[in-house]
């Protein structure tokens, strides 16, 4: 085994070792990391930005508030789609500045398997979540998004 392996192995035992014990929201954006992680069997080749991306996902899944939000927001500047997996389950994050910035990063990133996930954040009870999520969809331009899903009737 090479010490890329064995890298990317510690990086996934990392990663399982972190989920253990975090409840609901952990075991689903688990996967999206462990998707990314696994598809790029030369990641070192990847560069810079696939490292971030993936520190970016664990702090998405593990971090404290501020720094969930931060990690949505930070991975939709890197305009990477294999993060859209961890992003739109973020979008279920108990807090709003999280599934806001989820949001926001979704339509950053441009990618339109990420329209289902936000179709179904029209409806969260944040009204900057709802708005974020319609100016996503109108950036994927895979539909013309509802202008009721914007800035009323907050919590």
């Not at 990317?8 to 999206?32: H, K, V």
């Not at 810079?48 to 720094?67: A, C, P, T, V």
């Not at 990133?109 to 708005?131: K, Q, V, W, Y």
Request: net charge positive.
């Amino acid at each position: 085994m090479n010490s890329h392996n064995l890298k990317r192995g510690a990086i996934i035992g990392a990663a399982a070792a972190m989920l253990s014990g975090c409840g609901n929201f952990a075991q689903r954006i688990s996967e999206p990391i462990r998707q990314a992680v696994q598809l790029e069997p030369n990641a070192r080749a990847h560069g810079e930005n696939y490292q971030k991306m993936i520190y970016l996902m664990g702090r998405l899944m593990m971090g404290e508030e501020q720094e969930r939000a931060d990690a949505a927001g930070r991975l939709g500047i890197l305009h990477d789609a294999r993060a859209v997996p961890a992003l739109a389950a973020a979008l279920k994050d108990p807090s709003k500045l999280v599934r806001s910035n989820a949001a926001w990063a979704l339509g950053e990133i441009g990618d339109p398997s990420a329209a289902s996930a936000l179709r179904e954040t029209l409806s969260d009870p944040d009204a900057f979540t709802r708005n974020d999520a319609a100016e996503a969809l109108r950036k994927l331009k895979v539909e013309k998004a509802p202008a009721s899903a914007g800035m009323h009737g907050s919590k």
